[in-house]
């Protein structure tokens, strides 16, 4: 299991990493015209936490019964979902700011993320 997660933390960090540079000098660009609700940071820190939080969940799933690791997907990518419509709220919820852009800048990472754990998740799923 430590090997399983260790793996992916090799994975997940740069991918972080990467994806963060990306998107803190495209916002920095954008910064002119608009004012983003959250930082890059932020973002890249709860979509960080949350994908090795099912990464782990996953692999303590499947240590004791590796039955049922399809449907711990399931069940954390619906807590994911509900996580990240809790995180946008205070976003939601503004009135007088251009929704759109703060939007973009999150789900674009919510999907490369989903994509990264969908992937080691299947990994994860039929291994031996």
Do not use: R
């Amino acid at each position: 299991m430590l090997k399983n997660l260790l793996f992916f933390l090799k994975i997940l960090l740069p991918f972080t990493l990467a994806l963060f540079a990306v998107q803190y000098f495209a916002v920095d660009q954008l910064n002119e015209s608009h004012t983003f609700f959250y930082s890059t940071w932020f973002i890249y820190l709860f979509h960080f936490l949350i994908t090795f939080s099912i990464f782990m969940a996953l692999a303590v799933v499947k240590k004791y019964n590796a039955v049922y690791t399809g449907y711990a997907f399931l069940a954390c990518s619906l807590i994911k979902m509900m996580a990240s419509v809790i995180f946008l709220i205070p976003l939601i919820k503004m009135e007088d700011i251009s929704k759109l852009p703060d939007v973009i800048a999150f789900f674009i990472p919510y999907f490369l993320y989903l994509f990264l754990e969908t992937y080691f998740a299947l990994k994860l799923i039929n291994s031996k």
